[in-house]
T-cell receptor
Framework: DTGVSQDPRHKITKRGQNVTFRCDPI?????LYWYRQTLGQGPEFLTY????????KSRLLSDRFSAERPKGSFSTLEIQRTEQGDSAMYLC?????????????FGSGTRLTVV | DAKTTQPTSMDCAEGRAANLPCNHS???????VYWYRQIHSQGPQYIIH???NNETNEMASLIITEDRKSSTLILPHATLRDTAVYYC?????????????FGPGTRLSVLP
């Protein structure tokens, strides 16, 4: 287990379609985070999980967005009825829980283009 | 909102030390300074963090002023592969539900 894996790396979709991204965190990490990054900006927090529980959601996460981590391992982020404004890099990260001061380990991201 | 201020961009000659400054004048006593970098088309990479003492690891050194209102990340011998956006973030050390808030960072260009 060498790091955080995200799939797919790139996704092009038509406006109005649904898309789903997958994140596989580092196996012993029980926290998983989703961020979104638009061109020229730093990553913005979307949501995070402690094991299978979704503990926080940003106001950026509209009703069209849903994230799951059903068994406390991998996670999926779904965007329904995509809009052009959803075009961004979607980043997943993982970490141990609160008992560590270490930073997060990020994946390489999924770049979404809505046409 | 990000609690730090960084220059938008910097250049550094290959082989020289890159010194990246960060101002965090409102830092609280229980907040650490974290640095990440992001190479083009990749996710952010954790570099180092510290509270008040200077820290060094295999990637970089972190120098924090005595009043903790500013810090400097030092890449001792910059290479072309160090070209990236560098983010300075202040946050409590332990993951008590507080997430990393990224600002726009400093775009470092290492020149041959």
């Amino acid at each position: 287990d060498t790091g955080v894996s995200q799939d797919p790396r790139h996704k092009i979709t038509k406006r109005g379609q649904n898309v789903t991204f997958r994140c596989d965190p580092i196996s012993e990490h029980n926290r998983l985070y989703w961020y979104r990054q638009t061109l020229g900006q730093g990553p913005e927090f979307l949501t995070y999980f402690q094991n299978e529980a979704q503990l926080e959601k940003s106001r950026l996460l509209s009703d069209r967005f849903s994230a799951e981590r059903p068994k406390g391992s991998f996670s999926t982020l779904e965007i329904q009825r995509t809009e052009q404004g959803d075009s961004a890099m979607y980043l997943c990260a993982s970490s141990l829980d609160y008992r560590t001061a270490d930073g997060y380990t990020f994946g390489s991201g999924t770049r979404l283009t809505v046409v | 909102d990000a609690k730090t201020t960084q220059p938008t961009s910097m250049d550094c000659a290959e082989g020289r030390a890159a010194n990246l400054p960060c101002n965090h004048s409102t830092i609280s006593g229980n907040e650490y300074v974290y640095w990440y970098r992001q190479i083009h088309s990749q996710g952010p990479q954790y570099i180092i963090h510290g509270l008040k003492n200077n820290e060094t690891n295999e990637m970089a050194s972190l120098i924090i002023t005595e009043d903790r209102k500013s810090s400097t990340l030092i890449l001792p011998h910059a290479t072309l592969r160090d070209t990236a956006v560098y983010y300075c973030i202040v946050r409590v050390a332990y993951n008590y539900g507080q997430n990393f808030v990224f600002g726009p960072g400093t775009r470092l260009s290492v020149l041959p």
